[in-house]
């Protein structure tokens, strides 16, 4: 009885947890026709994005147009949905790193293709499909980290602001450059960066376009740490020994772990309390809990 009734519960908070995720920020009642944005995008041709699982249930997702400073091409866009669902998807899952080939993370768009859709509404389809996609990717059940190395500029640094985290490497800067091309953020990452460095401190960054160098990230909170290796493998490796101390232990338990701080981010109070107390259903008298009762770890 007690194994049935914890098998409903997982089933029904996975549910529930799965319809917040995918929760449709815009409809066609915002004017929001994905498949046309779909064929739209998909006419700027370029770069790619890559996406390795890894045994430890880390995952690397490489921005790969070095040429361009891994600025996002329109197929870049579609690409980065498909590896969200992907990573939806993948039930081991307990980590992500997104980082940029070529020693630097991101440039923001390709400007031939923000030439080409220069008119309000293909603006805003765009802006709508990437706010989509990185909403997604921010609620993952995966602890994720930004690698910045060179440049995260524009919509490369709205871009950091979906992940968990941060990691800066020596002589990387993070800028918000949007009002020198004479627009506001605008895959959502005006309203992320209130919630990690606050109102007052968004609204310098935003309005100066101030270069945020390592040190002034981590005094604003912006970033966790800045790395000892600036080249590419050194980096890496030490991007995933650090979220390695937190992805330590059982995928379910450290899935249920993030899935709670999301609930916790964005639900009021009471929902985010009865989400809290579904999740924790979940691992109740689970494999990793029924262990750790026998074994009785001490607590250092």
């Known amino acids: 009885m007690a194994t049935s009734l914890r098998k409903n519960l997982l089933r029904t908070t996975k549910e529930r947890i799965l319809q917040q995720r995918r929760a449709s920020l815009y409809t066609g009642a915002h004017g929001y026709e994905e498949e046309m944005i779909k064929n739209n995008l998909q006419q700027f041709a370029g770069g790619s994005i890559n996406l390795s699982k890894e045994d430890n249930g880390i995952g690397i997702l490489t921005l790969n147009n070095p040429?361009?400073?891994?600025?996002?091409?329109?197929?870049?866009?579609?690409?980065?949905?498909?590896r969200v669902t992907e990573l939806e998807n993948w039930k081991d899952g307990k980590g992500l790193i997104v980082y940029g080939a070529g020693n630097t993370f991101c440039s923001g768009s390709d400007l031939n293709a923000v030439q080409a859709i220069s008119n309000s509404q293909d603006g805003m389809n765009m802006c709508m499909f990437m706010q989509k996609t990185l909403t997604r990717l921010m609620r993952l059940p995966l602890i994720s980290v930004a690698l910045v190395q060179g440049k995260a500029v524009g919509g490369g640094a709205e871009l950091t602001t979906a992940c968990d985290f941060r990691l800066m490497t020596p002589g990387s800067e993070i800028r918000f450059v949007h009002k020198h091309m004479g627009l506001v953020p605008g895959w959502g990452g005006?309203?992320?960066?209130?919630?990690?460095?606050?109102?007052?401190?968004?609204?310098?960054?935003?309005?100066?376009?101030?270069?945020?160098?390592?040190?002034?990230?981590?005094?604003?909170?912006?970033?966790?740490?800045?790395?000892?290796?600036?080249?590419?493998?050194?980096?890496?490796?030490?991007?995933?020994?650090?979220?390695?101390?937190?992805?330590?232990?059982?995928?379910?338990?450290?899935?249920?772990?993030?899935?709670?701080v999301t609930a916790g981010r964005e639900l009021p109070l009471e929902a985010a309390l009865r989400m809290e107390k579904d999740i924790f259903g979940t691992v109740w008298g689970g494999p990793a809990n029924l262990q750790a009762l026998i074994t009785r770890p001490k607590h250092k």
Do not use: C
């Not at 400073?69 to 949905?81: I, R, S, W």
């Open 67 to 82: 040429k361009l400073m891994n600025a996002f091409t329109g197929t870049m866009m579609l690409e980065l949905q498909e």
């Open 190 to 260: 005006g309203a992320r960066l209130v919630r990690i460095v606050g109102s007052g401190a968004a609204l310098q960054l935003l309005s100066g376009a101030a270069r945020v160098d390592p040190e002034r990230a981590l005094h604003l909170g912006l970033s966790e740490q800045t790395l000892s290796s600036s080249d590419e493998t050194g980096a890496l490796e030490e991007a995933q020994a650090w979220l390695g101390q937190y992805t330590e232990g059982p995928a379910s338990v450290i899935r249920a772990m993030k899935k709670v």
